[in-house]
């Protein structure tokens, strides 16, 4: 099994073979989250213009998604997984639509299968592509607004590569420590709670909560559909 590590939209757009789209803050754990309180379908989109075509055709779906941290104004949740884990969504419809993740799937053009990447689901993302033994991995850590470093995104494509290699990863502690600043310090500011509470940061950071992985399949040139897989 060869692993490629790339960045960014620029990476995502080279991904090839089995390709984990690393979104720890928040997009991908917002996902797990949504799928963890019953919601029955969740879509991605890259562009406002094709969320708002989409929730034109489905049922009274919910909407979710920022740009820049800041919840899209006609949208009814921030990307937020504390946010998200307060309600439930069973049998609800969600569009998702984000500044990095979400557009890191759908730059995702050449690659043979994709899953997302999120430290609360670590384990079973490693077991799920151990089960596979693809010939090529390609691990996209978007980062920031899809240009720039995250550190968050970084250290989880370091930790999952441990997981493929046989070797033991860091500790749910020294995960955070690290984490904590600078890249969890847009959390601890109190004039941004409304957007980015202090909570994501340990919601994003809870190592292996769920026992599941996210697969991403396409559905239309800017809508793919998330779907949940059990991994045991």
Same mark, same amino acid.
């Given at each position: 099994?060869?692993i490629?590590?790339? /960045?960014?939209?620029?990476?995502a757009?080279?991904?090839?073979?089995l390709?984990?789209?690393?979104?720890?803050?928040?997009?991908?754990?917002t996902a797990?989250?949504?799928?963890?309180?019953?919601a029955?379908?969740?879509?991605?989109?890259s562009?406002?213009e094709?969320?708002r /075509?989409?929730k034109? /055709?489905l049922?009274?779906?919910i909407l979710i998604?920022?740009?820049k941290?800041?919840?899209?104004?006609d949208f009814?949740?921030?990307?937020?997984?504390y946010?998200?884990?307060?309600?439930n969504?069973?049998?609800?419809?969600?569009i998702?639509?984000t500044?990095a993740?979400t557009k890191?799937?759908?730059?995702?053009?050449?690659?043979?299968?994709i899953?997302?990447?999120?430290?609360?689901?670590?384990?079973?993302?490693?077991e799920?592509?151990?089960?596979r033994?693809?010939?090529?991995v390609?691990?996209?850590a978007?980062?920031?607004?899809g240009?720039?470093k995250?550190?968050e995104?970084?250290?989880?494509a370091?930790e999952?590569k441990k997981?493929?290699?046989?070797k033991r990863?860091l500790?749910e502690a020294?995960?955070?420590?690290?984490?904590?600043?600078?890249a969890g310090?847009?959390f601890?500011?109190?004039?941004?709670?409304s957007?980015?509470p202090?909570?994501d940061? +340990?919601?994003?950071l809870k190592i292996?909560k769920f026992?599941f992985v996210i697969?991403?399949l396409?559905?239309?040139?800017?809508i793919?559909q998330?779907?949940k897989? +059990?991994v045991r």
């Amino acid at each position: 099994m060869k692993i490629k590590t790339l /960045k960014f939209l620029e990476g995502a757009a080279k991904a090839e073979g089995l390709t984990v789209i690393i979104d720890v803050f928040r997009a991908y754990t917002t996902a797990a989250y949504l799928f963890a309180n019953q919601a029955e379908k969740i879509f991605i989109v890259s562009k406002l213009e094709t969320a708002r /075509k989409l929730k034109a /055709k489905l049922d009274d779906p919910i909407l979710i998604g920022e740009r820049k941290g800041i919840k899209i104004e006609d949208f009814d949740y921030n990307n937020s997984p504390y946010f998200i884990s307060q309600s439930n969504f069973a049998g609800k419809e969600i569009i998702l639509s984000t500044s990095a993740g979400t557009k890191g799937i759908i730059a995702a053009e050449n690659a043979d299968q994709i899953i997302t990447g999120s430290f609360v689901n670590l384990k079973a993302a490693a077991e799920y592509i151990k089960a596979r033994n693809p010939e090529l991995v390609s691990l996209i850590a978007m980062g920031n607004n899809g240009v720039s470093k995250a550190d968050e995104d970084n250290l989880y494509a370091q930790e999952l590569k441990k997981l493929l290699n046989g070797k033991r990863t860091l500790a749910e502690a020294e995960i955070k420590r690290r984490l904590r600043s600078p890249a969890g310090d847009r959390f601890f500011r109190e004039e941004t709670q409304s957007e980015m509470p202090k909570e994501d940061f +340990e919601y994003c950071l809870k190592i292996n909560k769920f026992d599941f992985v996210i697969k991403a399949l396409k559905i239309d040139t800017d809508i793919y559909q998330l779907k949940k897989e +059990e991994v045991r």
